[in-house]
């Protein structure tokens, strides 16, 4: 059996529900109440795809611009990302591109699957499907899919289609 570690960034501007996504993720559990996040929190999580077993390192990336200048440093070594976007509030370009450019800062073809958070908004939704594959294809991502924190909609999916694209990859 193979065995791959990947670390993986999850970004977007705070509010977005990076942490409620991965503690949904790593831990099955949805808290509404979650605090902002400072700097960068750390999450691990074990895999297995067909006949290969992988650690997920998980860095969720504080959103607060505030925080921005910390980032550098905790992006080198990345193999991939997950840009979240909050589905009530459509992104400004801006800080889309800001997010991709740091993803991307020490790997210009860094895989990044795009995130639709808080789809079970459905009432507030913003962000409809063309805008966010607008997004997707401006710049240069594998995918979109929208997910639920709260009722746990598609949340392994991001995870699974990143995992599978980074194993095809390290294969060459």
Not at 62 to 75: A, M, P, S, T, W
Not at 92 to 110: S, Y
């Amino acid at each position: 059996m193979r065995n791959y570690l990947f670390k993986i960034l999850i970004c977007g501007e705070g509010g977005a529900g990076k942490t409620s996504l991965l503690r949904r993720y790593v831990d099955g559990l949805f808290d509404d109440s979650t605090i902002m996040t400072v700097g960068v929190e750390f999450f691990i999580k074990e895999m297995k795809l067909d006949d290969t077993r992988c650690t997920l390192q998980l860095w969720d990336l504080g959103g607060q611009k505030r925080f921005r200048y910390l980032l550098e440093n905790y992006v080198m070594g990345a193999r991939g990302a997950i840009l979240l976007v909050d589905l009530t509030k459509m992104p400004k370009i801006g800080e889309l591109l800001e997010w991709v450019n740091i993803a991307r800062l020490h790997d210009i073809n860094l895989p990044i699957i795009l995130v639709g958070s808080k789809n079970d908004l459905e009432d507030v939704v913003a962000v409809d499907d063309d805008s966010a594959l607008h997004i997707k294809n401006t710049f240069n991502m594998i995918d979109y899919i929208k997910t639920s924190a709260k009722s746990g909609y598609n949340i392994e999916k991001p995870f699974e289609l990143l995992t599978k694209k980074l194993i095809e990859v390290s294969k060459y």
